[in-house]
């Protein structure tokens, strides 16, 4: 695996992480490339509901598990508790849901990546996987890249805590993103 950027990532506070996400091999590729890093990540319910092995190997690897139907109230606690803390960056996948459109780039990108940065004036660090989708198999064989890259950090200092500025901030985010896909 080829990781970009490293040197974007804050050493001095606690960042969320926002990536593409086109796989279940996602957060792991992610996970891996922050190393020595110690994330978190959100992630849907259904991974604990519908099958209680891999919510228990989630919930192992410092996953939080997020409602989507209840928009999500208590996991936001606790990430927020999690960032408070200083200890761990945040991985959230702004798209809140895998796209397996293969012919977008991106699906329209949640405010909720947005609104805790802006809550804890905390960097989003923009990060695009590029390689899973294609022949997975190919990249464990080592036949094939899996590159994971660390965008500069986006400040959320500038946007009000409010709708609007959640909405601003992730409009920026996806502007960065869709840059990143573009290399």
Not at 81 to 94: A, D, S, T
């Amino acid at each position: 695996m080829k990781v970009e950027g490293f040197e974007n990532l804050p050493t001095d506070k606690p960042f969320i992480v926002a990536p593409n996400h086109r796989t279940y091999w996602d957060p792991p590729a992610v996970g891996v490339a922050l190393f020595p890093f110690e994330p978190y990540f959100l992630a849907k319910e259904e991974l604990w509901t519908e099958t209680p092995w891999l919510g228990a190997a989630i919930s192992f690897l410092n996953g939080i598990s997020i409602s989507r139907r209840s928009g999500g109230k208590e996991a936001i606690k606790m990430a927020l508790k999690i960032l408070q803390e200083g200890n761990h960056p945040m991985v959230i996948f702004p798209e809140g849901t895998r796209n397996r459109d293969p012919k977008r780039v991106l699906l329209p990108l949640k405010a909720g990546t947005a609104m805790l940065a802006i809550k804890m004036r905390l960097p989003i660090v923009p990060t695009w996987i590029k390689g899973v989708r294609k022949n997975w198999y190919r990249w464990i064989l080592r036949n094939a890249e899996l590159k994971v890259k660390f965008g500069r950090p986006i400040d959320p200092s500038d946007y009000p805590d409010n709708r609007n500025g959640w909405r601003e901030l992730t409009k920026v985010l996806e502007s960065e993103l869709l840059k990143m896909a573009e290399d």
